[in-house]
């Protein structure tokens, strides 16, 4: 799944691919570089961002969904909002994405079962300008498998199908390295679930620090350490990796399946 950031704030790309023109071209390369699916997101979720507005949420996301699923390319709606996921649908995307996994908006989860498509659920507990005061836990991985399995169910009682849901750890998201690291380690548990499993941990900033890198590696120079966490991830069985640099991951998958295949 590569990214598409079609925001002016985002903690990696903000304002790269910001008008639509750009973002469609930017979504037929990450295809070309190897991506299956093009995730298209209005809304920086980076601690500490702001919102934007409905109608500006939809104004940059509801072009670039439309020219890409014109063209055939399977797209992702990246949105906690019901209403940006509707007409996202209704210009074709396939899957929709949502940080919140249906606690942002009430209405997701009737949007996702009457469409039909795919549904991402991650782990969530709170907005980003309030989510780093809730990174504290006992159990990090028990407490985020117990949330998920709710959230999965409930969103079942809602109508969205077994098959449909896929389910999200939310590297990043109230979790501090410490916790990053630990539901790394842990992804087995994730895929014994019994759901798809998303993973995203592009460019966060727990792959930052690592020991025998001398200095802190900034953000734009993540892709080797997300590499890395592809390759893992395809080890506990993930059903796809969200990522920004999609010709690193792809290489580094490409090596894990000869090597899994050899």
Request: charged content about 20%; hydrophobic content about 45%.
């Amino acid at each position: 799944m590569g990214v598409l950031n079609v925001t002016p704030d985002s903690f990696s790309d903000g304002g790269s691919w910001a008008a639509p023109q750009a973002a469609a071209e930017r979504g037929l390369e990450l295809v070309a570089q190897g991506a299956d699916i093009v995730d298209v997101g209005g809304e920086s979720t980076r601690p500490g961002a702001s919102r934007p507005s409905e109608r500006e949420e939809m104004d940059r996301v509801v072009p670039v969904v439309r020219s890409l699923s014109a063209q055939g390319i399977t797209t992702s709606i990246d949105t906690m909002r019901s209403s940006v996921a509707a007409a996202c649908i209704e210009e074709g995307a396939n899957i929709v994405n949502d940080v919140s996994g249906g606690l942002a908006d009430p209405a997701m989860a009737n949007v996702v079962a009457g469409a039909e498509v795919d549904y991402v659920a991650m782990h969530w507990r709170g907005h980003s300008d309030r989510m780093n005061a809730a990174a504290v836990y006992d159990d990090v991985v028990a407490e985020v498998i117990a949330h998920l399995q709710q959230r999965a169910q409930e969103l079942r009682q809602q109508g969205v199908t077994a098959s449909r849901l896929i389910l999200d750890p939310g590297f990043g998201f109230a979790k501090e390295s410490a916790h990053n690291w630990t539901l790394l380690a842990a992804l087995g548990d994730f895929t014994a679930l019994g759901y798809r499993v998303l993973v995203g941990t592009s460019r966060k900033r727990f792959l930052g620090v690592l020991p025998r890198v001398p200095e802190p590696i900034e953000t734009p120079d993540r892709d080797v350490a997300t590499a890395a966490t592809s390759v893992l991830a395809a080890q506990a069985g993930a059903w796809a990796v969200r990522v920004h640099d999609v010709p690193s991951t792809a290489q580094a998958l490409g090596v894990w399946g000869m090597a899994h295949r050899g």
